[in-house]
């Protein structure tokens, strides 16, 4: 008999499906690189264009193709203020806005931009992230305040880009046209634009993957990797008439390849892409590929007091990206397969001679005397005759779903995912926007790397004025304080809830292994035993970490890995 289902109507991962917050959406990128990293415009219209397939593996190679884009005008961005982020253990909290002077320290910079609409009086008002350190992240704000931002000053052709945006509102609508689901036949008890079956009846409820009517449209939608084809300056991209629903584009106005969600005249918010298919930093996991596109960069050697002694070149694998979504998956793989398996008594809550009563031929029945039919005592103390044991809602009864020790709690990861994980938790030691989102303190460059003596230090006081000769004072301060953990965790060996501090690198800790345990927050690891758990605790990368100049060389021999 031939299979009769069907996939499953709409994807879970656009739940809930409810109306956006407001007509534009925010604009949210990580700091990849330095710069300001983000850009919005008017949807114009769709039109298509004549281009030239260069992909080796089409059949269309070397043709001329048809392929739909889209118009986005592009008016200049008005920096109308600045807004000062710091970090806290709640995450980031605004602490200032300057519209004019001096900018206050802080841990992170946005840029707060107005638009010029060219079809309306009033403008948008939302911020921009800027990259880089918090230094070069307050050069461009002092720079950029109270001027104009225009389009090419961010993006240029070629340029891949990620769109968000609030797609075409459509109201209330059923689940027909809501998930595309099947009409009913005549006999289905005269509701025809419905589904089927809203799930099972012992569940008593409706579970959130049944198609059901409600709000369709005008949802915040994100689409990657469209690539700008063309760049049009003012007044360039003209249309006979003007653009149908738009009018004449007066800005400057670009061409991107597909479609973009949103009805025309809807904001468009642009960042750089952040995921690309064919990502050239993936290629550069191949020794070959590493050779070919190497940028050679040089680290500076610190001695015991803090002062540089010499330069050596950081090995490539620090200029790798930094993917917080494999590194998680990796750390959550370690935690569970650390975990026990733990299961109740198979026989808890059974060792009664209660038994079941209900029927009317027994001689102890429980027909007509006011009692549910449960397991229940008789033949003993009056005290305990007839009461119920057993069932798992009884009192001393058993449970009605115990843990089962049979239960698998490890996690499988691959193997080259586990190894992507941990490179990229080593590239994320090395940027300070990373290291400060964290919560660590210090005053020195990254990466931290110091003469290989560090490995011969036996003594704790010895090591703990290492490192604050490198500038790591704070955050060793930081790491003393601890706090009484909420809940039953208290009672179980682990009552206070401790901050990690630096993390020490090096080829052999036989000796500074033992000097360091004293140190609160202060771990010391081998460069063949590093993981994703010490690197990016809690799943979030970006670990202050310092190197050994013998750790550094052998982590220059990963690359054949």
Not at 126 to 143: C, D, L, M, R, V
Request: glycine content about 8%.
């Amino acid at each position: 008999m031939a299979d009769v289902s069907v996939p499953k109507r709409g994807s879970m991962a656009f739940y809930p499906r409810k109306r956006a917050r407001r007509i534009y959406p925010t604009l949210k990128c990580p700091l990849l690189k330095e710069g300001i990293l983000g850009f919005a415009g008017y949807k114009a219209g769709m039109t298509h264009v004549m281009l030239r397939d260069t992909n080796p593996n089409s059949p269309t190679k070397g043709q001329e193709i048809a392929r739909a884009v889209t118009v986005l005008e592009c008016p200049p961005l008005k920096v109308i203020g600045v807004r000062v982020y710091k970090n806290t253990t709640n995450g980031l909290i605004s602490i200032s806005e300057i519209k004019e002077g001096d900018i206050p320290s802080g841990d992170m910079l946005r840029l707060i931009v107005a638009t010029n609409p060219p079809f309306k009086k009033k403008p948008e008002i939302f911020e921009i992230p800027i990259g880089g350190t918090y230094e070069e992240q307050a050069k461009i704000a002092s720079e950029r305040l109270g001027k104009e931002i225009k389009f090419t000053d961010v993006f240029s052709v070629g340029d891949y880009i990620d769109v968000r945006a609030v797609t075409k509102g459509k109201g209330y609508q059923g689940p027909v046209k809501r998930f595309g689901i099947k009409l009913q036949g005549r006999k289905a008890k005269q509701v025809h634009r419905h589904v089927g079956s809203l799930g099972p009846e012992d569940v008593a409820r409706v579970r959130p993957n049944v198609p059901m009517a409600g709000q369709m449209g005008f949802h915040t939608r994100t689409e990657f990797n469209k690539r700008i084809l063309a760049v049009f300056e003012p007044g360039k991209f003209s249309v006979k008439g003007g653009i149908p629903g738009y009018g004449v584009p007066k800005a400057e106005c670009i061409l991107v390849d597909g479609s973009i969600p949103g009805p025309k005249k809807r904001l468009i918010m642009m960042r750089p892409a952040i995921s690309l298919r064919k990502n050239p930093i993936r290629l550069r996991l191949h020794m070959s590929q590493w050779k070919a596109s190497r940028v050679c960069e040089m680290v500076k050697v610190l001695d015991f007091t803090g002062k540089p002694v010499k330069e050596v070149e950081l090995p490539e694998i620090f200029s790798l990206p930094v993917r917080d979504d494999v590194i998680k998956r990796a750390f959550l793989a370690i935690q569970s397969n650390r975990r026990q398996p733990y299961g109740s008594d198979p026989l808890a809550g059974k060792r009664t001679s209660a038994h079941y009563h209900g029927r009317r031929d027994r001689r102890y029945t429980m027909m007509n005397r006011e009692l549910s039919r449960l397991p229940r005592i008789h033949n003993t103390s009056p005290h305990l005759i007839f009461r119920a044991r057993f069932a798992p809602h009884a009192v001393g009864g058993r449970k009605a779903h115990p843990p089962k020790p049979e239960k698998v709690w490890d996690v499988k990861i691959n193997k080259k995912e586990r190894r992507l994980a941990i490179l990229s938790a080593v590239s994320a030691t090395a940027r300070p926007e990373l290291v400060k989102a964290r919560g660590h303190k210090f005053s020195c460059e990254l990466p931290l790397v110091v003469v290989s003596d560090i490995e011969n230090v036996e003594k704790t006081s010895k090591l703990e004025e290492i490192l604050r000769n490198l500038g790591l004072s704070e955050d060793l301060e930081r790491a003393k304080k601890k706090k009484i953990r909420a809940g039953k965790g208290k009672m179980r060996g682990r009552k206070y809830r401790k901050k990690k501090s630096v993390l020490i690198v090096v080829s052999d800790d036989s000796k500074i292994k033992k000097a360091a345990s004293n140190i609160p927050g202060v771990d010391v690891c081998r460069v063949s035993n590093l993981n994703a758990e010490l690197l990016a605790p809690g799943a979030v990368p970006g670990r202050l970490t310092v190197w050994s100049e013998n750790a550094l060389a052998e982590l220059e021999r990963w690359k054949a890995c």
